[in-house]
């Protein structure tokens, strides 16, 4: 950009009239972002370039010429000013770069902070010059400054890559970013990819192979590419092949290969029906085979059901799409006959032209066993077995066995409950289901289960007495000979008055006794109260006897006076 005195700036400091004066509408210092390789341009009101620009902007160029004025747009003095301009670039591969600059009064050049053109004086005629250097690869800071001290104002710099093949042996970088996108409808690939670094470069090539060789074909032609994509109509053969994009430079020199991507093609060649189709009838149903087809990655297995002459047709059906070239239908009803269809799908998704079939009948086998099942014993019921039915459509009664021995045969049922347990015992169950013909199905898993014991009371205690002494009450009574007694319980009811009238009684424990007891004193206080006591036997599974169940024996006694005194 050329700056002069009366020509206008591109700046980045909003310009705003106010009385017909132009001021910046925004202070000198404000941030200013340049995308490289835009310079950024720093704007110094002395030569040292101290303190705060007086103006930050972009520039595309560095090409000005302010004559005996300062730049326009920014307040600077006509003389002693002075301008910065940097930027930081990828250089790609890097190489010969040649450097021109020219200045009055004074300019420097910088790469990555070290000095390569030094022409710092107060010159009355522009000062000029060309240096040819190499730049290395990757990223680097380019900065140019520049100081017009008196007189005539001007300054220019460019940098460009050399680009004779005698001088540049250096490779282009190779291309980044590679992507292929294939289109099954239209059997073309899209290549798009990153633009290069290189500043010399010339253009693009586009190399094509198989993925099965490791030779190279370029495809792109003998134009070179200057856009970054590229259109491939590779053969629709169903194979995949691999893209690499390469960068050519000026000089001629051509980069390694990109990053490769590949691209499967459309296949649209059918592959051919399977051969060899047999049917085989077998306890796990109709066994079907057939010969692999090459380039097959499915088999699909149709099924017709055979009717009786005259009858309309049935529909046939998909039943299994299978990877392997075989394939069982479990499904098949005994007795029955069936003619089955063998296609073959390739990876492409082409399915073959026509299919191979077979027939076959369905005999009459043992049914399929029945499952999970289960034994869950309830308390005041009994052991509860369930199984899943067999899936055998013939099957008309189950055989249920219990540890080992025939138990029960069930007809159209999956449930039984087992009522003729006994307590504390552990049953074990299997099922076995048995169709039309009287075939077995194999013996089910087995499921187990194991009872509580009695919810029976010990009976009520006998011979109950109870003797009124001045140290409380004695009872006496005959031992109960249940085969699980585990203790005895001593109750004692009192009487109260209900307020109207009437009376009631009220019981309590006093005691826990252990099994062999048979007598129990009752220590209490000797006042002549009319109460009543009962024994309650408690067996190991902890059933007893209710205090109101009729049965129990209740004795009332009346306990002795309190004593005179002497």
Known sequence: MTRTRVGSLALTAALATIGGVLTAASPASAAVTC????????????????????????????????????????????????????????????????????????????????????????????????????????????????????????????????????????????????????????????????????????????????????????????????????????????????????????????????????????????????????????????QLAWQPVAGATTYTVFRQQQTATGDPAAPVTQVATVTSPSWTDTAAAERTGYTYDVSATDAAGNTSATRTSVSATRGDHAPAPATNVTAVYEPRNGIVVSWTPSTSDDVVRYHLYRDGRLYRDLVHTSTYTDMTVRYGSTYTYTVVAVDKADNQSPVSGSASATTDGDLVAPAAVTGLKATARQDGVFLEWAPNTEPDLKRYEVFKAEKYDDGEGGVYWLAHRVEYLGEETTSFLHGSAADGETVMYAVIAVDDWGNQLRGEDESVNWVEVTELGTPAAD
């Open 35 to 286: 995308t490289s390789p835009v310079w950024t341009a720093r704007y110094y009101a002395n030569t040292s370039f101290s303190g705060t620009p007086k103006l930050t902007a972009c520039d595309a160029a560095i090409s000005e010429n302010y004559g005996l004025g300062d730049p326009a747009g920014v307040t600077l003095p006509s003389d002693n000013f002075s301008i910065r301009w940097s930027l930081t670039r990828d250089f790609g591969s890097g190489g010969p770069f040649t450097f021109n600059a020219a200045s009055q009064d004074g300019i420097r050049v910088y790469v990555d902070g070290v000095r390569k053109i030094d022409l710092w004086r107060n010159v009355t005629t522009t000062a000029r010059k060309t240096l040819d250097l190499t730049i290395p690869a990757g990223k680097h800071t380019l900065r140019v400054d520049y100081v017009a001290w008196t007189g005539n104002a001007n300054v220019a710099f460019t940098y460009a890559p050399r680009t004779s093949a005698t001088v540049d042996t250096v490779k282009p970088l190779a291309p980044t970013g590679l992507t292929a996108t294939y289109d099954r409808a239209t059997a073309k690939t899209t290549l798009r990819w990153a633009a290069n670094k290189e500043m010399d470069l010339a253009g693009y090539r586009v190399y094509r192979r198989l993925n099965t060789t490791t030779t190279w074909a370029k495809i792109s032609g003998t134009t070179l590419l200057t856009s970054r994509s590229y259109v491939d109509a590779p053969p629709a053969t169903g194979q995949t092949y691999l893209y690499e994009i390469r960068a050519v430079d000026k000089a001629g020199r051509e980069s390694t290969g990109s990053t490769d991507v590949t691209a499967t093609t459309v296949d649209r060649t059918a592959p051919a029906a399977p051969g060899g189709l047999t049917a085989t009838d077998g306890k796990g149903g109709l």
